[in-house]
Every structure is written in structure tokens, then in C-alpha cells.
């Protein structure tokens, strides 16, 4: 018996289980892009939540106590990706080179510079044909609401680089791995689901695009080994499984008749996207990039504060929601960015300094020097100094505060 066998079905969800995280520009709020060249936010990744954001309201009715029933109400898709920081957020040009930079700077028009798709993926033993499966997080339309680095000189571990996104739309598939190299049958429970599906395996080695006839299954004339993608030219009304035609089912994308409330098909699922011939991301390889040895000054010359305990800085984007009629899917619209530099600080009369520059509008640049560049947040000021505090038991007094940048820009990026 083989260790996927003996394990089917009883291997719990974890972060040891094997897998990728990737993200790529999309070229308009939730539209995936042909041909993806998908990027890693890093080597190593600590952290990654998917929120698909699902809202439900009671609907009660005069005669009774109890709920007549509990109604579906707009998404609010949702992620998180904590990774270490590896590559400063643009190159040379001021192109982004980590997903952080979508969340930092805004362009000519004061918009976002993008929405990413995020994909995941994790692996699991065991499957409906015993071969294994594969759990997908797709995350469309994900703007970066927040992007927080955390600098703390006390500990072994790189720079913290972590993204709040708020998406479009945020969907769970599981794809089981058939057992040995087949043709596979694709069929909907409506006959209006007309339209294209595209499978591929790993790598898009072996691809096929086929017509989806309705509830009249069809065939692939291409042979299968793994399943890495499926998915639909258009939102499907009825569910879609994909088989290997001897009864076991290897896929099912959920119909928008199954999230709708009525008779009117809501968002049917569109499955994985597929690879077409772009690529999946390889190994950086480079450095991971630590707090220890950054230059971190205000002005430049000067250190922020005689001792920097540990710091973050932040910047904000404010994004937005608004509902939609056609769409359970939000609209997403960036407010104003906020950046921001928090400290825990100790020195020399620290409390005093802290104090009277907040009194009287101190405004001075704050420089982060990382080995990929530098971050500049623009005349910042104290919106939250230090109180004092003595105490009997105190071998040295820290202080917390933040300093808020303006300016347009209020952040710039440097990439050495």
C-alpha cells in the first residue's frame, strides 16, 4: 500500500502540505490574462488566507418566531499574504517586481497601479481515483489594500512583508488527479452551457480546448496525466463535472443557478486558470532582505531615534466597496493612501524629543535603505507621540509613536 493510499482521506488541512503561491498582474479588475507569467511573493511564504467573504441576512416575517429562511446578500471576497521580503518592490525603472509595489504607489491618475490574481495551491494524498488532489485558491480582482512591513532588529527572521487584499472574487476548487493517463468527459446539468472549456496538466504540456455541449457530455481527444487547470470561456448556469468517463468524477464547477436565490443563475464558477503558454514562477534565489544593518534615518544622516526597539511602516489604500446589481461580485475604488512609520523607541530624553517635535509640526523625511533600495515617506510628521511614563521597577523607558508622511508623493521607491 502505497503512503497516499494509506493516508486518503484522513490528512488534515496544515501549512506542511505541499504547494505553490503565485500571483500575476490582471489587465483589468478580475480579468484573468492570457498567457499568465505568474511571480512568487517570495521563497518563502509564512502566511495565506482566502476569504470567499460570503455575506447571509435572516429574513423573518410577521406570524412567527423563527427565520423563514436566511437570504444571500453581496460578497465580500477577502485575502492575506504574509511572506518574507526578498526583492524590493520595483527595479531600476520603477517597474513592480513584488506584489507589494501594488499596494504602495498609485499612478498618474492617482488609481491603483493594478488587481492581481493570486492562485494557490495545495496538494493533498489519497482522491476520488487515489492519485491525489489538488485544493485551488483563486483570488481574482484582489486589490492591495495594505502593505505592512515589520522591522524588528530583535529577532532572526527576515523583513515581514504583509498584503490585505480585497478582491473581486475569492473561490475554492479541488481537482482529484486521475490514477493513469485518460481522455476526460466534460458535461453541465444545463443545456444552455455552451461555451469552451480549456484543460491543461502541469505545465500546460498537454492542453486541450473543447466545446462545452449543454448537458450532452463531450469527450477530449487528448489523453491526461494530471490535471492542473480547467476553465470556462464564460460563467456557467448549471454545474459542470469533469470525469474520466468511467464513472468517477475528477472536478465539479459550481453552476450560478446553485448561488442564486430564484431561478436567475448568480456568478456561475469558472474553474483554474489556465497556463496557455505562459509559465509558472521558478526560485528567486536571491537574498531575503533584513532589518539588522538597514539604514533607517530622519533626516537622512540622522537616526530616527537614539534606539529603534522595532519598527513597521504601513501604507493604506482605503478600498472601497460598492455592490452591484448584475454581480455578487464588488466593485472595489481606492480611497486616500495613507503612509505611515511606527516605532518603539529608547534613549536620551526620548519622551521629551518626541513630545515637542509633535507640539510644534515637526516634518522631516524618514529613509528606510534596504539592499534593494530605498523608501522615502515624505515630511512626516507626529500624529501619535509618547506619553511619559516612570516606574519604580524601569531599567529603561520606551516609547511608541508614529510618524504620518504628505506630500505627493507622501512614499517613493528607489531601487539601487
Not at 154 to 176: C, N, V
Not at 277 to 306: K, L, N, W
Not at 323 to 343: E, H, I, K, Y
Request: net charge negative; charged share 20%; hydrophobic share 35%.
Amino acid at each position: 500500500m502505497s503512503l497516499s493510499e494509506s493516508q486518503s482521506g484522513t490528512t488534515s488541512e496544515s501549512g506542511q502540505l505541499p504547494g505553490r503561491y503565485e500571483w500575476v498582474a490582471e489587465p483589468s479588475p478580475g480579468a484573468v490574462p492570457t498567457d499568465p507569467e505568474y511571480n512568487l511573493f517570495s521563497d518563502v511564504i509564512r502566511t495565506f488566507e482566502m476569504d470567499p467573504g460570503v455575506t447571509v441576512a435572516r429574513q423573518d416575517s410577521v406570524g412567527t418566531a423563527d427565520a423563514v429562511d436566511h437570504n444571500r446578500g453581496p460578497e465580500e471576497p477577502s485575502a492575506t499574504v504574509g511572506y518574507d521580503l526578498q526583492q524590493f518592490p520595483v527595479d531600476g525603472s520603477g517597474n513592480p517586481v513584488d506584489a507589494s509595489a501594488y499596494g504602495i504607489l498609485r499612478d498618474d491618475f492617482n488609481e491603483l497601479l493594478g488587481t492581481l490574481l493570486c492562485v494557490g495551491r495545495r496538494e493533498y494524498g489519497g482522491g476520488n481515483d487515489g492519485a491525489g488532489v489538488r485544493e485551488y485558491s483563486v483570488v481574482r480582482g484582489a486589490g492591495v489594500d495594505s502593505a505592512s512591513a515589520t522591522l524588528d532588529p530583535s529577532g532572526d527572521q527576515p523583513i515581514l512583508m504583509e498584503l490585505s487584499l480585497t478582491a473581486r472574487k475569492a473561490r475554492s476548487y479541488k481537482i482529484h488527479q486521475p490514477s493513469a493517463g485518460t481522455t476526460l468527459d466534460i458535461v453541465s446539468t444545463s443545456a444552455n452551457d455552451t461555451m469552451e472549456i480549456t484543460i491543461e496538466d502541469e505545465g500546460a504540456a498537454t492542453t486541450e480546448t473543447i466545446s462545452l455541449t449543454g448537458d450532452t457530455a463531450v469527450t477530449t481527444t487528448s489523453t491526461f496525466e494530471d490535471i492542473d487547470a480547467i476553465w470556462l470561456a464564460d460563467n456557467p448556469e448549471g454545474d459542470v463535472t469533469v470525469s474520466d468517463g468511467s464513472g468517477t468524477t475528477l472536478c465539479e464547477i459550481t453552476g450560478g443557478l446553485e448561488y442564486s436565490d430564484d431561478d436567475q443563475p448568480v456568478d456561475g464558477d469558472r474553474g483554474v486558470p489556465a497556463l496557455g503558454a505562459g509559465s509558472h514562477a521558478s526560485a528567486i534565489g536571491s537574498s531575503f532582505e533584513f532589518f539588522v544593518g538597514d539604514r533607517f534615518e530622519r533626516p537622512a544622516g540622522e537616526p530616527v531615534r537614539a534606539r529603534i526597539n522595532s519598527a513597521s511602516w504601513t501604507v493604506e489604500n482605503n478600498i472601497n466597496t460598492q455592490a452591484l446589481q448584475t454581480t455578487r461580485a464588488p466593485a472595489l475604488d481606492a480611497g486616500n493612501r495613507a503612509a505611515s512609520v511606527d516605532a518603539d523607541a529608547a534613549g536620551p530624553y526620548i519622551s521629551h524629543k518626541s513630545m515637542m517635535e509633535a507640539l510644534q509640526k515637526v516634518q522631516k523625511n524618514i529613509e528606510h535603505e534596504l539592499s534593494g533600495g530605498t523608501v522615502t515617506f515624505h515630511n512626516t510628521t507626529e500624529t501619535d507621540s509618547a506619553s511619559r511614563t516612570v516606574e519604580a521597577d524601569q531599567a529603561v523607558a520606551s516609547i511608541s509613536e508614529t510618524f504620518s508622511a504628505s506630500g505627493d508623493p507622501a512614499i517613493s521607491l528607489s531601487a539601487n
